[in-house]
């Protein structure tokens, strides 16, 4: 046992589990809500607008994986060559991988590095990035996640040598509204409050709640219009999500797009046309539309929703590949606190 876990208190050691390390782990998701409080035994973390991702050492074999269970090591090499030098033989870690633009976490500049299987065309890219971990799930043979989240980060700020593009996600303790007051005048996409003494739990939990200066969500592509005038490729794409099995029409998106992804995406779109409308109702059917079978995930950023559930002045940010169309669903602000 490492000494970081033989000095918890005695009361403590009883939550760590001894076990053979996984080769996965689900990965614990925040709740948004509309709340925003200041309170001593939550802590507040930057909101990161990135990739999730799940760091896996045992020894020298290193995974990298998204929430989904992908393997991301050809993507992001420099990742891989950065956790090797981590001093310590069997580890999980959880964090975000990051691209900048102008200081600020750029998810449409992480895209370069989204779906690369070659870690020569990764580099070439020229899109640095960097990984923020926030959490510690496993390490030497025990399993951490029973401990208070309090520990878990002492015992990852501590023991962890951070080191490259691997860095420490740092935190404010109480005072909530005033960091979410500055996050959002630095144009962050917001912040995570988390639950000083809440365990990990590999699921959706009130435990975390995410604070929003920026609204945005994941939405299902169901078909697309035809272009007009002198745009290439397509008009705009039709947007949902799951609700009760059915897909929901959501809006469309018609902005976002540079003129390499309308070149590039069209063509995978017209590889799942379909003659069938995957969409329960609402969704607009005339000449100029295109259905495909709901297969790609993107990231829209909005300003809000209507009475009618359909976005408004909704935004392309990218496409999403650590998350399936099925799993997509209408993201309801919780205004309670846990």
Same mark, same amino acid.
């Given at each position: 046992m490492s000494t970081w876990l033989k000095n918890l208190p005695k009361d403590l050691q009883k939550n760590l589990l001894k076990k053979s390390m996984p080769s996965f782990e689900q990965p614990m998701l925040a709740t948004l809500t509309t709340r925003y409080f200041s309170d001593k035994d939550w802590i507040f973390e930057r909101k990161f607008d990135g990739a999730r991702c799940l760091i896996f050492k045992d020894k020298n074999t290193i995974f990298l994986k998204s929430r989904n269970n992908k393997i991301?090591?050809? $993507?992001?090499?420099?990742? /891989?060559? $950065?956790?090797?030098?981590?001093?310590?033989?069997? /580890?999980? +870690?959880d964090g975000e991988i990051v691209a900048f633009h102008n200081k600020i976490t750029s998810f449409e500049k992480l895209q370069a590095r989204f779906g690369i299987t070659s870690t020569h065309k990764a580099l070439q890219t020229n899109v640095k990035i960097y990984i923020y971990i926030f959490d510690i799930?496993?390490?030497?043979? !025990?399993? +951490?996640?029973?401990?208070?989240?309090?520990?878990?980060?002492? *015992?990852?700020?501590? !023991? *962890?040598?951070?080191?490259?593009? *691997?860095r420490y996600t740092v935190h404010k303790s109480n005072f909530g509204k005033q960091f979410f007051k500055k996050a959002c005048q630095q144009h962050w996409e917001g912040l995570i409050a988390k639950k000083r003494d809440g365990i990990y739990v590999h699921s959706r939990s009130p435990l975390w709640l995410k604070f929003k200066c920026i609204q945005e969500q994941e939405m299902v592509i169901g078909g697309y219009t035809l272009p007009e005038n002198s745009r290439i490729g397509f008009g705009s794409l039709l947007l949902g999500y799951y609700k009760n099995n059915k897909l929901m029409y959501a809006g469309k998106v018609g902005t976002g797009f540079s003129d390499e992804?309308?070149?590039?995406? *069209? $063509?995978? +779109?017209?590889?799942?046309?379909?003659?069938?409308?995957?969409?329960s109702s609402n969704s607009m059917e005339d000449d100029k539309t295109i259905f495909v079978k709901p297969k790609y995930v993107a990231q829209i950023g909005f300003s809000n929703w209507t009475k009618h559930n359909i976005l408004r002045q909704p935004r392309f940010k990218g496409l999403r590949d650590d998350k399936n169309a099925r799993e997509v669903i209408k993201e309801i602000a919780s205004k309670k606190m846990s």
């Open positions: 991301l090591n050809n $993507a992001y090499p420099e990742l /891989v060559t $950065a956790t090797k030098k981590l001093k310590v033989n069997q /580890v999980i +870690l799930l496993y390490l030497d043979g !025990y399993d +951490l996640t029973l401990l208070p989240l309090e520990y878990r980060k002492t *015992i990852l700020k501590n !023991y *962890i040598n951070f080191n490259g593009p *691997i992804f309308l070149k590039t995406f *069209i $063509a995978k +779109l017209k590889k799942i046309t379909s003659n069938k409308n995957y969409f």
